[in-house]
Each structure stands twice: as C-alpha cells, then as structure tokens.
Nanobody, 123 residues
Framework: QVQLVESGGGLVQAGGSLRLSCATSRLTFSGYAMGWFRQAPGREREFVAAINYSSGRTYYANSVKGRFTISRDNAKNTVYLQMNNLKPEDTAVYYC????????????????WGRGTQVTVSS
C-alpha cells in the first residue's frame, strides 16, 4: 500500500533550522500534490505548506511564510520542508500528506498520511 515516511525532526534551539523529508512509495508521486501539516498537543492539526503536482507552485500558512520552504524531487518521490528561524511555537508533530493534483489547506482533503516526526524548538 501507499507509504509516506517523514524524517528529519528533532530538538533545536530557537533561531535554528531543520530540514524535514517525506519519502513516498507505491504512489504515483508526480500526480499528487504534497502538503505538510502540524499538530501541537491540545491543538487541531493545521496547514503549514503545500506544493502542487506539476508546476511546483507553493502555498504557505501566514505563520511560516518567509521562514519555511517546501520543495519536491519527483525523481526521488520525496517532498521536503526546510524550516529556518524556528520559534518555540513551531513545536509540533509534523505530518506529510498527499492528494491528487492540486493542494488544499484542509487536512481532511488529503488521501494519504505519514506517521509524523516530532519537532521541538527550545527557547
């Protein structure tokens, strides 16, 4: 079955950087939009960033715009999230997700999900 596996999370000080990766398998990767979402304890899952299937057009939550960059490598079936200038409020479990063709900011619109990777930003 389709698998999405996130990696790259960890503990970092405020102002630091992390690069998350999401490797996919058994997915026609080039036909899917990819999204990153996050969920902090006691909070709802929220949209972070997304990239469409073909042109590479990207979308960001206002809270991460200018600090995070989403990208994809269709040859490697992998999507990335470069996170710079991290803040304590970025602490959450980060999930990647896939849906056909065009991105959406609603988590419920995505068909496939990874299990998540923890990002903790200390002050």
């Amino acid at each position: 079955q389709v698998q999405l596996v996130e990696s790259g999370g960890g503990l970092v000080q405020a102002g630091g950087s992390l690069r998350l990766s999401c490797a996919t398998s058994r997915l026609t990767f080039s036909g899917y939009a990819m999204g990153w979402f996050r969920q902090a304890p006691g909070r709802e899952r929220e949209f972070v960033a997304a990239i469409n299937y073909s042109s590479g057009r990207t979308y960001y939550a206002n809270s991460v715009k200018g600090r995070f960059t989403i990208s994809r490598d269709n040859a490697k079936n992998t999507v990335y999230l470069q996170m710079n200038n991290l803040k304590p409020e970025d602490t959450a479990v980060y999930y990647c997700a896939a849906r056909p063709y065009e991105p959406n900011t609603g988590w419920y619109e995505y068909n496939y999900w990874g299990r998540g990777t923890q990002v903790t930003v200390s002050s």
